[in-house]
């Protein structure tokens, strides 16, 4: 194994490492997200109307859901088994797709977990921990 691809599996497999505490703090991010927009729905302003509106309790809901799902995932990354990532790929992929339909009412936010959740995607899917 080359020194190049040996220092980039290091890089890929600390990467691995943040992107668990990057789900976990996600989770628990999304999770009191949707705390908030079920326990109060003048918590969160709409801007633009979307084609995909839901009731803000329902994007509660769903960020309830999500929170939890996507910190067990976290935690499971941390032991880096093999089901472990390929669950924190799809769960980063479906957080995507949530935070985009999310946008018109917390842009930023929504903005910067999809940013998140790409980085997530690549560290996991570079990571081979059988050649560290």
Do not use: C
């Not at 935070?99 to 930023?108: E, V």
Request: hydrophobic fraction near 60%; proline fraction near 2%; avoid cysteine.
């Amino acid at each position: 194994m080359s020194e190049t691809s040996s220092v980039k599996q290091g890089v890929a497999a600390g990467t691995s490492i943040g992107a668990a505490i990057i789900l976990v703090t996600v989770g628990i991010i999304q999770f009191f997200q949707g705390v908030a927009a079920v326990a109060e729905n003048e918590v969160f302003v709409v801007g633009i109307e979307y084609v995909y509106k839901l009731d803000l309790t329902t994007w509660g809901w769903i960020h309830i859901v999500l929170g939890i799902v996507v910190l067990g995932v976290g935690l499971a990354l941390f032991t880096g088994a093999g089901w472990a990532r390929v669950s924190a790929i799809v769960v980063a992929a479906i957080s995507i797709l949530a935070n985009f339909l999310w946008l018109p009412y917390y842009p930023w936010w929504s903005l910067l977990i999809i940013a998140l959740d790409v980085v997530v995607i690549w560290a996991v899917s570079t990571w081979k921990p059988d050649r560290v």
